[in-house]
């Protein structure tokens, strides 16, 4: 049973397209996250849902909109993609708190041509 | 804004040897955590740290939580081939806004050779 999962694992697309990165979790959590992890592997928050409530929304584009329909989904829609889109999205989920323990999808690794 | 100082960047090692990787930051964590991640998959978590001067072993492993909790290192005895991947601090500086908020370190990646 896979705890953390986002689809699709692989992401090719042109500048200028809008795509989504779905996430599911089943391990009750009442917080999820995205994360993007660039090429030099550095991994930074984008945002964070507790209890389908926007909690951190780090400096990112308005491009970049998450949206989560219920506790165990999180999606991330990203319009108009450009080239510096190009990265690793990973989706995570926790009890959140002040004692984080995530859990992380695989990533999805998008491709902008 | 809270950085996490993490090194070395890359550790290129022999089969049998040890090492040490070390994390740092200026600002005190409420707790801390290290991950390994291996390529196309997502970090997994090694251990999570709270109290200062903690220490915990993890077979080969052992983390250890400074004293003030602005720092942390991970050592690793007689490292295998099976060690190697990308390891990752991440620290929660707590309050407010920052609720579940993880920040990483730039990451060590280690390579043991056969």
């Known amino acids: 049973d896979t705890a953390v999962s986002q689809t699709p694992k692989y992401l090719v697309t042109q500048m200028g397209n809008d795509k989504s990165i779905k996430c599911e979790q089943n391990?009750?959590?009442?917080?999820m996250y995205w994360y993007k992890q660039d090429s030099k592997k550095f991994l930074k928050i984008m945002f964070s849902?507790?209890?389908?409530?926007?909690?951190i929304n780090e400096t990112v584009p308005n491009r970049f909109s998450p949206k989560s329909p219920d506790k165990a989904h999180l999606n991330l829609h990203i319009n108009s993609l450009e080239l510096g889109d190009s990265a690793v999205y990973f989706c995570?989920?926790?009890?959140?708190?002040?004692?984080?323990?995530?859990?992380f999808g695989q990533g999805t690794r998008l491709t902008v041509v | 804004t809270q950085l996490l100082e993490q090194s070395p960047q890359f550790l290129s090692i022999q089969e049998g040897e040890n090492l040490t990787v070390y994390c740092n930051s200026s600002s005190v964590f409420s707790s801390l955590q290290w991950y390994r991640q291996e390529p196309g998959e997502g970090p997994v978590l090694l251990v999570t740290?709270?109290?200062?001067?903690e220490v915990k072993k993890l077979k080969r492993l052992t983390f250890q939580f400074g004293d003030a909790r602005k720092d942390s290192s991970l050592h690793i005895t007689a490292a295998q081939p099976g060690d190697t991947g990308l390891y990752l601090c991440a620290g929660h500086f707590g309050g407010g806004t920052s609720y579940g908020k993880l920040t990483f370190g730039q990451g060590t990646i280690l390579t043991v050779h056969p």
């Open positions: 391990l009750g959590h009442d917080t």
């Open positions: 740290v709270v109290t200062g001067g």
């Open positions: 995570a989920s926790s009890h959140g708190g002040y004692v984080t323990e995530a859990f």
């Open positions: 849902y507790n209890n389908k409530e926007l909690i």
